[in-house]
């Protein structure tokens, strides 16, 4: 009998704006892998009959998106230390013993910065936003060996939550404050979706941040944000954020398809393209 060939997908809702199955079908065709990555557009109230059904019909995995990634972790029967630790799960893997949980965004943001900067050792950092983009970012931060990390947010009691969660290298600015607190800083990321098209700009000034602090911004659509420009306007090292996308979904597509890909040019080219 001839194996079905190998199946995974992701999960959203909605789903209809995301890149992973452009990004994973373009691996597919260039390594001629017989497989499929299908995007489903699963209600949240849905989610835990969609995760019992795909591993009966032939699925080896899945990608979850907003708003599914929280719950994902929960129905897990596994989660990786990562997973736990930023509180959900992007990436899950199935098998007979059941769902296993991964986040793989911080390794994604990791990957990016270090491509561009392989010599990156954050010491003193500045993380806009305090949602759950933010939450893998300060794990990738500490993991890296940051022992400041400076964090603001429009909402201020989230970010200290994460101050609370996350201990004392976690320092929370008020918002008013954003731009003094870039001061001495090495790194700047913005994880929250301000600049984003179709929401408001992040108002930011770079003045008080150190020439050679790289900065980067989660923000992939635009690809240069406004913070990206203003800050190659004045010499800082940038980085997008379409890099953390296509770096995450490394992981997940060598556990479904047996197979590690390469992130370059042409993945970037694919996943762009109109």
């Given at each position: 009998?001839?194996?079905?060939?190998?199946i995974?997908?992701?999960?959203?809702?909605?789903?209809?704006?995301?890149?992973?199955?452009?990004?994973?079908?373009?691996?597919?065709?260039?390594?001629?892998?017989?497989?499929?990555?299908?995007?489903?557009?699963?209600?949240?109230?849905?989610?835990?009959?969609a995760?019992?059904?795909?591993?009966r019909?032939?699925?080896?995995?899945?990608?979850?998106?907003?708003?599914?990634?929280?719950?994902?972790?929960?129905?897990?029967?596994?989660?990786?230390?990562?997973?736990?630790?930023?509180?959900?799960?992007?990436?899950?893997?199935?098998?007979?013993?059941?769902?296993?949980?991964?986040?793989?965004?911080?390794?994604?943001?990791t990957?990016?910065?270090?491509?561009?900067?392989?010599?990156?050792?954050?010491?003193?950092a500045?993380?806009?936003?305090?949602?759950?983009?933010?939450?893998?970012?300060?794990?990738?931060?500490?993991?890296?060996?940051?022992h400041?990390?400076?964090?603001?947010?429009r909402?201020?009691?989230?970010?200290?939550?994460?101050?609370?969660?996350?201990?004392?290298?976690?320092?929370?600015?008020?918002?008013?404050?954003?731009?003094?607190?870039?001061?001495?800083?090495?790194?700047?990321?913005?994880?929250?979706?301000?600049?984003?098209?179709?929401?408001?700009?992040?108002?930011?000034?770079?003045?008080?941040?150190?020439?050679?602090?790289?900065?980067?911004?989660?923000?992939?659509?635009?690809l240069?944000?406004?913070?990206?420009?203003?800050?190659?306007?004045?010499?800082?090292?940038?980085?997008?954020?379409?890099?953390?996308?296509?770096?995450?979904?490394?992981?997940?597509?060598?556990?479904?398809?047996?197979?590690?890909?390469?992130?370059?040019?042409?993945?970037?080219?694919?996943?762009?393209?109109?």
């Amino acid at each position: 009998m001839t194996p079905s060939p190998p199946i995974a997908a992701v999960l959203g809702y909605p789903v209809t704006h995301s890149r992973s199955p452009r990004l994973h079908g373009h691996w597919l065709e260039r390594h001629k892998i017989a497989g499929h990555y299908v995007p489903l557009q699963v209600a949240p109230e849905d989610l835990e009959a969609a995760l019992a059904l795909l591993p009966r019909l032939g699925f080896r995995g899945a990608n979850v998106t907003l708003p599914h990634k929280e719950a994902a972790l929960a129905l897990a029967a596994e989660a990786t230390p990562t997973a736990r630790r930023i509180g959900a799960a992007n990436t899950l893997f199935f098998s007979d013993a059941g769902i296993r949980a991964d986040n793989t965004d911080a390794y994604g943001f990791t990957r990016n910065i270090l491509d561009h900067r392989p010599d990156w050792r954050p010491r003193v950092a500045a993380v806009i936003g305090a949602g759950g983009a933010a939450r893998a970012i300060i794990v990738a931060l500490l993991d890296q060996g940051a022992h400041e990390i400076r964090l603001t947010n429009r909402t201020p009691d989230r970010a200290a939550h994460l101050a609370q969660e996350f201990g004392a290298a976690i320092r929370v600015h008020p918002w008013q404050a954003r731009s003094d607190m870039l001061s001495g800083c090495d790194t700047l990321v913005n994880a929250a979706a301000l600049g984003m098209t179709g929401k408001p700009p992040l108002e930011l000034s770079l003045d008080a941040l150190p020439q050679d602090a790289i900065v980067n911004d989660l923000v992939y659509a635009p690809l240069e944000t406004a913070l990206l420009a203003a800050a190659r306007a004045r010499g800082n090292p940038a980085v997008d954020g379409l890099g953390m996308l296509l770096h995450q979904a490394v992981p997940g597509f060598e556990g479904w398809f047996g197979l590690r890909p390469a992130v370059d040019a042409a993945l970037r080219d694919a996943v762009l393209a109109p």
